[in-house]
């Protein structure tokens, strides 16, 4: 289940083994979550989302603390996703209906022209229910055989359902991650005394405090990324209840 845990270090190695990168970046998603909108002042999302990326977390021989680490970098790699996933769904939508070409999420003016556009044949509506949401279509006259549903609405029901899916699980990793990296960040004087204790010799003590180090700076990297993408998802959410006409 645990793939870096490891019983002795040899104080002689000191290869690129060492830094196990937990889930492997696509190259075209990384940067995907950095067009998010700024909606307060102060806050850019360019200058954090820059520094994105998956998590790459260095043994530091403890087991204890290694899947510690190991959970907390698989938490946020798997948010990361979520994120990048909502971005790449509310860009499928806007492109498929021209709306906005700004860099921001906003999709409300996209829903507007999906209303416009088939109006004459369907009603459609943003529905909202806690944190789920969904294009709603009715049939607008009620007599003769129900017809399929344009491909381009379809399309639209199909993005919007990923856009909601994913910027609900983006909120939820955020929960479980904010545990595990305050637990870290509070432990840090302990586990340093932990690491030292693993090494066998004095080279090896520095060389696992070094790794120690570079998880924590990995750590902090995490909850500030972290924090952004939960502010981009309830942002999405909040645009989905004002479109709906309900209030979160």
């Known amino acids: 289940m645990f793939r870096f845990l490891c019983c002795c270090c040899p104080s002689s190695d000191h290869s690129d083994d060492e830094r196990q990168p937990l889930l492997h970046p696509r190259p075209s998603d990384l940067n995907e979550a950095g067009s998010a909108r700024q909606t307060r002042p102060g806050h850019s999302d360019a200058q954090t989302m820059g520094r994105s ?126 545990e595990l990296t305050g637990w870290l960040l509070r432990s840090k004087d302990k586990m340093a005394e932990q690491v030292k204790g693993a090494a066998t010799t004095y080279q090896e003590q520095g060389r696992l405090c070094e790794n120690l180090e570079e998880n924590m700076k990995e750590v902090r990297r995490a909850k500030e990324l972290s924090q952004g993408y939960k502010q981009q998802a309830e942002e999405v959410l909040t645009e989905a209840a004002h479109i709906a006409g309900a209030h979160l």
């Open 53 to 178: 990326g998956k998590l790459v977390m260095r043994r530091v021989c403890v087991p204890e603390l290694d899947q510690r680490f190991y959970d907390m970098a698989e938490t946020f790699n798997q948010q990361q996703e979520h994120c990048e996933a909502m971005v790449r769904h509310i860009r499928n939508l806007r492109q498929c209906y021209g709306c906005n070409h700004d860099d921001t999420l906003a999709f409300a003016e996209c829903v507007g022209k999906i209303r416009d556009e088939h109006e004459a044949k369907h009603m459609v509506s943003l529905q909202i229910k806690g944190y789920d949401f969904s294009l709603n279509v009715v049939p607008a006259g009620s007599e003769g055989e129900e017809e399929p549903l344009p491909p381009h609405l379809r399309l639209a029901q199909d993005e919007l359902k990923g856009i909601s899916k994913n910027a609900k699980a983006t909120i939820s990793k955020s929960t479980k991650l904010q």
